[in-house]
């Protein structure tokens, strides 16, 4: 919604102060195509060669994205705290059928309450192979903690590749609009000897390469990138909370500790309130 918004107004207030300050659009709108080709093409194509396989493959849904927003939500934020009270609580219990929940977790009847957050491989993945690993005796805090810390960095630097290539691609979108703008010089001089009502056209012409490039990378293209990776370190902190419960579990904090440790490592915006994730939490206790 307001990235739409952020797209009409930037398009509005550039063009429509151009045209009530006297400028003529009719000058923009005849060049914009083929400046738009030579501009956009030359950076799709920039774009295309220095990015693999996997960035191109991520871009489009990287672009969702980032007019979608963040994927967790404040009650998934508050579910995933209750499945990991469910899982601690289990685990100081009964070890045993600890092992079938982490070993088979599409068939866990806990997993299966929150199936947002059964449907996230790297969720489930991140606290079935630490309390696995706990349960094999790898239950050092620090230790774990650092490793969990490595596996969500390296996690953080994966999605971060489409970001930094629509940076890169912000980056080159001026020097790509004085190609196109030098292209029009060109086309102009050797138009010399048209009148000059002609040539004022023509270079007026040459100038829209300079500006499209300029309002491409400044006024979509880097903002673009900017939401992107903001989206996706909001999206990475709902790991952090996971790992936080983990490391405060393997401290051997009261359980009640653990989840609020959790809570409070989520993101504010996000972050479930005391009040309510405590009344989930009484409701647990009084089902099982």
Not at 145 to 158: F, G, Q, S, V
Not at 206 to 215: I, N, P
Request: net charge negative.
């Amino acid at each position: 919604m307001f990235g739409i918004l952020g797209i009409l107004l930037t398009i509005g207030m550039v063009f429509g102060g151009y045209a009530l300050a006297g400028g003529h659009l009719e000058v923009i709108l005849y060049a914009l195509p083929f400046e738009m080709m030579i501009i956009g093409g030359a950076a799709i194509g920039s774009y295309v060669l220095s990015n693999e396989t996997p960035v191109l493959k991520h871009t489009p849904g990287g672009l969702a994205l980032a007019f979608k927003g963040p994927r967790w939500t404040s009650r998934d934020h508050q579910d995933m705290l209750c499945l990991m009270f469910q899982m601690l609580r289990l685990a100081r219990a009964n070890p045993v059928e600890l092992e079938e929940h982490i070993e088979r977790p599409r068939e866990s009847a806990i997993f299966q309450q929150y199936p947002r957050i059964l449907a996230d491989e790297e969720s489930v993945q991140l606290i079935a192979d630490t309390l696995r690993s706990a349960s094999l005796n790898y239950d050092d805090p620090y230790q774990v903690e650092e490793m969990l810390a490595r596996r969500i960095a390296l996690l953080r630097h994966e999605q971060m590749h489409v970001p930094h290539a629509l940076q890169s691609m912000a980056d080159a979108l001026p020097a790509l609009g004085i190609v196109a703008a030098v292209l029009g010089v060109i086309k102009t001089m050797s138009a010399i000897d048209q009148p000059p009502e002609v040539l004022g056209k023509m270079i007026g012409s040459a100038l829209v390469g300079t500006f499209l490039g300029v309002f491409l990378a400044y006024g979509f293209v880097a903002p673009l990138a900017q939401r992107l990776g903001n989206v996706i370190k909001t999206d990475l902190a709902f790991y952090d909370v996971i790992k936080s419960v983990l490391v405060a579990g393997l401290h051997q904090h009261a359980t009640n500790l653990c989840v609020e440790v959790g809570r409070q490592a989520a993101p504010e915006p996000l972050r479930p309130s005391f009040v309510t994730l405590e009344s989930a939490l009484r409701e647990i206790k009084r089902a099982s």
